[in-house]
C-alpha cells in the first residue's frame, strides 16, 4: 500500500471525527450558554404557586379568587420595586398580612379552610404562558395552600407582576435583551428548553 493509498483510506475516517467532535464542543458551548441564561433567569423572577383545598368545582374556584386577591395585593406592594430580591423582601416582610388576605377571602366565600403562605424554593416544569416561555429550574417563590392543599395548583410570576390584568409590566422589564429573547422567541429555542427541564427533573429528582 502506497502513501496515497493510506491518506485516502485514513482521511475520511479522521475528518468524520473531526467534525462530529467540532458539533459535540459546539453543541456544549451552546447549551452552556443557554444553561447560563436559564439559571440567570431563575435569579431574576419571583413565582407564585397555589394550592386548592382539592380538585371539586368549588374548591377550583376558590383557588382563583384567592389568587386574584393576592396578585392584586402584591402588585401594589411591588409598585416601587426594581429588582426580585427587592420584591422578596416585601414578601418576607409582609408574609402574614398575604396569608391573612387569603384567609380572609376563604372565610368571605363561606369556608372554614385555613390557609398557609410560606416563601420557598422550588422546582418548576417549563410554563409556556400566552406571550413568552419560562424554562424549567429551581425557582423562589410565594407558595399559599388552601385547606388540605390535595387539589390541582396554579402558577405564574409574582414578580414582575405579569399575572393581574392590570400588570403594567411585562416579562422583560426583570430580564436582560439576552433573556427577553430567549423567553420570547421560544419557538427557536424548543429542544433546548426542553434538554434544559430533562436536565432540571434528573437534578431535582436527585435533591440536587
Known sequence: MNGKEIVKRVCPGLVMKAVCCGLALSMIFTLTGFFGGCRDIESRLLRFHIIANSDSREDQQLKMLVRDGVTEYTDQL???CASKEQAERITADNLD???SKAQQIVYSRGYDYKTEACLTKMHFDTRV??????PAGEYDALRITIGRGEGHNWWCVLYPGICVSSAEKNIGSALSDGE?????NSDRYVIRFRLVEWFEDIRSSLGL
Open 129 to 134: 404562558y400566552d406571550d413568552f416561555t419560562l
Open 180 to 184: 427577553t429573547d430567549m423567553v420570547t
Open 78 to 80: 411591588f409598585r416601587q
Open 97 to 99: 398580612n398575604i396569608n
